[in-house]
């Protein structure tokens, strides 16, 4: 069942986000790709995130495809203008790509070329707007299209640190509904109960809403992301659970599953990042019950 059936059925998907290489050599990419292939719906392909150069997301999700799993997208505003992002949208449709994830790029100046200049020559409203626009026949500039593509297309939330920002972030949300996107992916997801009281809120906006589930890996990690980012919701519970473990992978990969059980009741699908840990999602999965 195609992912859009999925999000039309009220089913829950599960999706895998996996980098393209740096560099030519797709043999591990294509290699975790099949290795996850009977355990998820689709593989969700960024393109160049965190402003790190890689094979673009548009190849890796052929190379996705190409092992007979669905693949969506990552589309963003930083690096190209809007000529080269309606190319880039037809092309994937014609390579038997119909799904993407309309994202906020992350600052150049965080990546690895330093002395790149940044694009925006749309935002992501506006690039919602041209992607319904050509499913309607007709590119930015009002001439009409030699055939009309059709796509699944979704968007992202960005973390929130308080009140005023979650607000600010569900109106900017509501906005992309009515631009096009079809559903929403979330941050990742550390405590249930802060998520829970989220989807109040987010079920004002009508669409399936996707949470992330970020495998931690080491104590290291979810110390770092709690004191880089408070609002992430990392307590030292969590961190202490870890690091009391005397398996600290193996309780990292639980504590994954656990969150992907809870979800399951919640929400209608998760994103697993696994970061380079894709050989444990079936582990995870197993975890949380499917």
């Known amino acids: 069942?195609?992912?859009?059936?999925?999000?039309?059925?009220?089913?829950?998907?599960?999706?895998?986000?996996?980098?393209?290489?740096?560099?030519?050599?797709?043999?591990?990419?294509?290699?975790?790709?099949?290795?996850?292939?009977?355990?998820?719906?689709?593989?969700?392909?960024?393109?160049?995130?965190?402003?790190?150069?890689?094979?673009?997301?548009?190849?890796?999700?052929?190379?996705?495809?190409q092992q007979g799993i669905e693949a969506l997208i990552h589309l963003y505003c930083r690096d190209r203008n809007r000529i080269?992002?309606?190319?880039?949208?037809?092309?994937?449709?014609?390579?038997?790509?119909?799904?993407?994830i309309v994202v906020c790029s992350e600052d150049i100046v965080n990546g690895d070329h330093h002395d790149a200049k940044p694009v925006n020559d749309?935002?992501?409203?506006?690039?919602?707007?041209?992607?319904?626009?050509?499913?309607q026949g007709k590119d930015l500039a009002g001439i009409a299209l030699e055939g009309a593509p059709s796509f699944v297309t979704g968007c992202d939330m960005a973390c929130c640190p308080d009140e005023r920002a979650l607000e600010a972030e569900l109106e900017q949300a509501a906005k992309k509904v009515k631009?096009?996107?079809?559903?929403?992916?979330?941050p990742p997801v550390y405590d249930i109960n802060r998520f829970a009281a989220f989807m109040d809120r987010a079920k004002e906006?009508?669409?399936?809403?996707?949470?992330?589930?970020?495998?931690?890996?080491?104590?290291?990690?979810?110390?770092?992301?709690?004191?880089?980012?408070?609002?992430?919701?990392?307590?030292?519970?969590l961190i202490q659970r870890i690091r009391k473990a005397s398996d600290r992978e193996n309780e990292c990969v639980r504590i994954a599953g656990e969150t992907v059980a809870?979800?399951?009741t919640m929400a209608q699908g998760v994103r697993i990042v696994a970061h380079g840990w894709e050989h444990r999602l079936p582990s995870i999965l197993e975890c949380a019950g499917f």
Do not use: W, Y
């Open 1 to 65: 069942m195609s992912f859009q059936k999925r999000l039309s059925s009220g089913e829950f998907a599960v999706l895998a986000e996996m980098n393209t290489p740096k560099g030519i050599d797709s043999s591990q990419f294509v290699s975790h790709a099949l290795r996850i292939k009977s355990c998820v719906d689709a593989i969700i392909v960024p393109d160049m995130d965190n402003g790190i150069m890689r094979m673009s997301a548009l190849a890796g999700g052929v190379l996705v495809q």
């Open 84 to 100: 080269a992002l309606q190319g880039d949208i037809l092309a994937a449709h014609a390579l038997g790509i119909h799904g993407f």
């Open 205 to 237: 906006l009508n669409v399936p809403i996707i949470p992330t589930v970020f495998l931690l890996k080491s104590v290291g990690a979810a110390r770092f992301i709690a004191t880089s980012d408070p609002s992430a919701g990392i307590t030292d519970q």
């Open 262 to 264: 809870a979800l399951k």
């Open 179 to 186: 631009a096009g996107a079809t559903f929403i992916v979330t």
């Open 122 to 135: 749309l935002d992501e409203l506006g690039l919602l707007r041209a992607i319904r626009s050509l499913e």
